[in-house]
């Protein structure tokens, strides 16, 4: 007999949408047009620049997309 697994568990890095840039890459996007941000760390890594990430563990992460979590968020940051 098969059984089905529910709820299963996964683990992957994500992109957690916070980008820090020293200054001087500003002068690599056009401008007036649209430019995505792995656009732009392809030109950095053409003008030799270095890119660096910084792993955040899930216990780290607040998903403030909903009021709620984003209102829990504040709360837990005033405490600090």
Known sequence: MER???KPQYSFLVNTG???MNPSVID???DN???HI????DKIIENKG???VYPVSEKAW???GQWSEYH???KMIEGI
């Open 4 to 6: 089905l697994k529910e």
């Open 72 to 74: 829990k968020a504040l």
């Open 18 to 20: 916070l980008y820090v």
């Open 62 to 64: 607040i998903d403030v």
């Open 28 to 30: 690599l996007i056009p």
């Open 50 to 52: 270095t890119i660096g």
């Open 38 to 41: 792995t656009h732009l760390m």
């Open 33 to 35: 047009r649209l430019f």
